[in-house]
């Protein structure tokens, strides 16, 4: 026997007693005994020794137990059923103990080695101790308890191991034990193994083998792994039933959130309505504080009567006293009854208050100075200003010698107290005339009261007076221009520095808030003025809570200037802020402010407060992700154009008007955000300044060189914001492009725009090796990108944009391609790859092998006709499109028509001549028809586009050429040409086009192929209504439009119901004939219609009589279209003088509305421009 053999032999003996191992420990006793039967007559009597000893035990399998069961011929279920159920109980009762034991061991094992960490020594030395012999036991007992710590088998493990077992029962050829072992086992299904990770071919041996290759500890550590793993799903499980009851409790707290903001909003605005009746008590209570000093006053100058009449000196004549001595006025300064007297006794009043103050100096009353402040200052107050219309109750008093002494002592030793009292009075005549004197104040003469009224505001002593001159203030102009706006406002910013931050936060800023809800938009943008320029006289916590506050509701308003001032000031304030808590929320003005329905705001967005934003906030990377998402999130909101599942419309936008406009607005903000892109790009280069290149773009802020380059892509260290321009902006801007049909040129033009943009400042090395093999994957020509100077991270990300199918490939090739054309190769840096390209796209698909397919050739003319919008590089394209004209292979020919048909808007007359027509010249004498009716079609683009002459000439003489081919096709194709040119060409075309048809009509129809006759049929009618909407001369209509209808009518078999009936409207509207002698004649006795139809079309019906071209009579129309029996004299001819101008303007109004176009919309051509 071989070497090899008995390896064999020796594994298949291990791998035996294994399975043998297996069936005693699970029980699986009739399998084992089974086993031991097939080895013994498979003559492994080696093999069987351990089941031989198993079976032989007495203890176990007792002889009389066997010999009762020997001899009893029929089994007792009811026995049997009894004895497992007691075997079980035993079993149960012994695993019990078996686990209680199993513990034991653990923890004492815990114990010991406890105690062997706490002392070594006694540790060492009791193992010394241990005889050598009892090591492989040590081994045996340490894998026994490694083993019993795995716990008991699992339900999976159980069911692999006994398929497994079973699998191996199989291979050996013991089927009877494996029938029995599938019988034995009841509650598992050995025929069905679920497919995972241990169900593998030979499982058991694979089983033994990876048991014996690996190691005690490896197999602990993937069982703590397993059962790691076992508590990880279960804490995951736990926090996302955590996680879903947070979100139910944050929608919950949203809820209570804006409850209580409505009741917030509820609450100020209570506070502003109890804030207002505050201030009426308080001006009523000012009122009647007005009345007690009058009264006091009174008081006052009775009881210095009453002293002076008892002092008796100098007292006066009784009968005068009333009338010389003591006069009282009316304080009401509405009151002027007795004006004149005060006026005449102006110097008694000065006394009197000199007299009043002298004696409320000295105290007769416990009231006395409180009354002589009141009174000086309401006397002087009336006697510095010296207005009639406001004189107020003066009183005269006698003075003796004595007290005008005494008098003028009090006022020499108070000099410094009467100078501030009478700036106070000065103040108060200030304030108290102000509010009068403004409106009989001319608009434009009202800003020279600005000093006054902020002296007046500066220093008064009341606030409600100062709330009532700041108010004047702001309303001081009801509708102030931007010049005068800018007055005010400077008074403010003036006002602002004097009065201090407290009283500017509490008496300035209120007004704002007031003028906030204004009805004219000039008092909003004072108020949006306010907020930048006097946010720097405030504290810091006040500008970024309600001055932000305002200018957010100023961001509201339904007025573009109200919106355009709000964003001016925004990044005016932002500087100014203290922190930058309110970040996100001013990034979110932002950009609503971008999406701004009116570009006037746009603009002052752009300009200003963007750059305001990142250089504040520093936040690029969040702007621009947020920029990219609300530029992807806008297309993808819009429906599919198609519903169809898998087309290609399926994936294209209809775009809404808004959301068209926000997309164009985000991608003019990622142009204003491109230079800070590249400077921070620049800034945050990871390279060292010794491994710079020499041209690295921190020495040379133009481009990124080639070797920089060549260093990123070998380099591996982190570099977000360059790596962003071209994983995440292109790959966006691409998935942006497969969103936008073929209309949204205007879009496409601005991502051009932008990639120009970036090509011109990140340079001509950057644009060749990152941005082109970009697009070149994305339009599925990965094989032509280069990625040598992308890292590999980058060229897996960039190669995910490869189309995976053909829907894909066409999206590429219709939206992406395009982009390529234009904004990578269209850069100035690479016009001749573009040339290649082209090329390559256009001319040789068909002549050598090239990765896009000829199916998407729509796809290609309408990349180059976007192309062509760009007009330097004209001259590009025609030079491929003369390559393909003198091409000998029709397909390219074919190609070039359709490519100039396309092309033809986007060109001026100078190169429709030079360029366009020799093509298309040279193409309609081409030998092959598809190549000839091609460029027929293109005619009539071109001569739909130009009214120039010359080119008129040139495609009348080419279309001649054509017709003379005499073919059915050639005809119907140059018919349809010229009429999709119909609407907006010269008179000179249409009328060759009439002629043509006229022509083309009288030549009686002898073929028999109906098909035909109707195709060419439709193509005149369609020619004849489209040219009955245009001012056709009275002659032509005569001459041609007539007949030509009449030689249509003539075949009504060819003809179409709905074009039969509208060439029979315009017969009769033209010649005005009746429809009955119409169809009499032309159709025959046998055509006819309703009675009810004739009626509608009668001379009396709804349809009167289209007025008849200007001298065209009976006799002058066309023999054939008189009608029989009808008087040579036309209805016309006998019109009754009630048949006005106006009456057939109003019928042929009601033949226009059944033709559905209105003759008097403007159809003058349109030039192109």
Known sequence: MGKGSIEEEGKWASLCNC????????????????????????????????????????????????????????????????????????????????????????????????????????????????????????????????????????????????????????????????????????????????NNSAFVSDALRRYYYQYLSSTSEAAEEKISLLRENETLVKEKESLSHENDSLLKSKELAEGQVSILKRSLETTQKDLKDKDKQVQDLKQAMEIQRKELNDCRMEITALKMHIESSRSGKAWPDPNESEDSNLKLVDLDPYSNSDSNSIATEEPLSSLTNKTVTEYSTNGIQSEGSETSDSVSVTCNGDVCGGKKEDAQEVLFVSIPEETETLSENVHSSNKEKDSHNMAMETIQVLADALPKIVPYVLINHREELLPLIMCAIERHPDGN???????????????????????????????????????????????????????????????????????????????????????QQLVEDTATVVREAAAHNLALLLPLFPNFDKYFKVEELMFQLVCDPSGLVVDTVLKELVPAVINWGGKLDHVLR?????????????????????????????????????????????????????????????????????????????????????????????????????????????????????????????????????????????????????????????????????????????KGLQPKNMISERLATMCVLPLLLSGILGSPLTRDQLAAYLRKILVQSKTRDNPFSSYHTTEFIDAVRFLCTFEEHHGTIFSILWEMVVSSDPDLKANAAALLKALAPYIDAKVASTHVLPALVTLGSDQNLNVKYASIDAFGAVAQHFKNEMIVDKIKIQMDAFLEDGSHEATTSVIRALVVAVPHTTDKLREYLLSKIFKLTSIASQGSDI?????????????????????????????????????????????????????????????????????????????????????????????????????????????????????QSSPLANASPDDTAFRRIMRGGFGDMLRGKAKGVDDSPKQNQ
């Open 465 to 551: 007076v100062r709330d009532s001159l700041t108010h004047t203030l702001f309303n001081l102009i009801k509708r102030p221009d931007e010049q005068q706006r800018r007055v005010i406002m400077d008074a403010c910013v003036n006002l602002a520095k004097n009065i201090g931050e407290m009283r500017t936060e509490t008496e300035l800023l209120p007004q704002c808030w007031e003028q906030i809800n204004h009805k004219n938009d000039e008092r909003r943008l004072l108020v949006a003025q306010s907020c930048g320029e006097l946010a720097g006289y405030v504290r810091p916590e006040i500008r970024d809570s309600l001055i932000l506050s305002i200018v």
């Open 19 to 194: 399975v043998v191992n297996f069936l005693l420990e699970e029980g699986y006793q009739l399998t084992a005994f089974e086993l031991l039967h097939e080895l013994l007559e498979d003559g492994r009597h080696d093999h069987a020794i351990r089941l031989k000893n198993y079976f032989s035990d007495s203890e176990m399998f007792p002889p009389d137990q066997i010999a009762r069961f020997n001899s009893s011929k029929v089994a007792d279920p009811q026995a049997l059923l009894e004895e497992k159920t007691s075997t079980e109980s035993k079993l149960a009762l012994t695993e019990y103990d078996l686990r209680l034991a199993q513990e034991d061991v653990t923890r004492l094992t815990l114990e010991l080695q406890k105690k062997k960490e706490s002392s070594p020594q006694e540790a060492n030395g009791s193992l010394s101790d241990v005889p050598l012999s009892d090591g492989p036991s040590n081994e045996k007992a340490k894998r026994e308890i490694t083993l019993s710590s795995l716990g008991p088998l699992k339900d999976a493990e159980k069911r692999d191991l006994n398929c497994a077992v079973k699998e191996y029962l199989l291979f050996a050829g013991y089927r009877l034990t494996a029938m029995t072992f599938i019988e034995e086992v009841t509650d598992q299904n050995l025929d069905i193994w679920p």
């Open 1011 to 1127: 098909r035909r006759r109707r195709e060419q049929a439709n193509a005149f009618c369609e020619a004849i209504r489209a040219l009955d909407a245009t001012d056709i001369p009275a002659t032509n209509t005569r001459d041609f439009l007539l007949p030509s209808i009449q030689n249509l009518l003539k075949d009504p078999d060819a003809l179409d119901p709905a074009h039969k009936e509208a060439l029979e409207i315009i017969l009769r509207e033209r010649s005005g004939l009746t429809f009955e002698s119409i169809s009499s004649k032309v159709m025959g006795a046998h055509i006819g219609l309703a009675s009810s139809v004739s009626s509608f079309f009668g001379d009396s019906g709804l349809l009167g009589k289209k007025e008849a071209a200007p001298g065209v009579t009976m006799e002058q129309l066309p023999h054939e279209v008189v009608p029989v029996g009808t008087p």
């Open 626 to 798: 947020v920029c990219l998402s609300h530029i992807l999130g806008s297309a993808q909101r819009c429906p599919p154009i198609s519903g169809v599942e898998g087309s290609v419309d399926s994936y294209l936008r209809a775009l809404g008007e808004r959301e068209r406009w926000n997309i164009d607005v985000l991608l003019r903000l990622l142009t204003e955000l491109l230079p800070f892109i590249y400077q921070k790009a620049v800034d945050t280069c990871p390279f060292t300044p010794s491994a710079d290149p020499p041209t690295s773009p921190k020495k040379d802020d133009s481009c990124f060189s080639t070797s920089f380059l060549k260093l990123y892509a070998t380099g591996h260290m982190e570099w977000p914001l360059f790596e962003w321009m071209h994983t995440d902006c292109l790959h966006d801007l691409i998935k942006l492009a497969t969103f936008l049909p073929q209309k949204e040129d205007n879009l496409r033009t601005r991502i051009v725009k932008y990639l120009l943009n970036v090509s011109e400042r990140y340079g001509k090395d950057y644009m060749e090796h990152i941005m082109l093999p970009v697009f070149l994957v994305a339009v599925g020509d990965g094989d032509s990108a280069d990625f040598t100077f992308l890292p590999l991270a980058i060229q897996s990300r960039v």
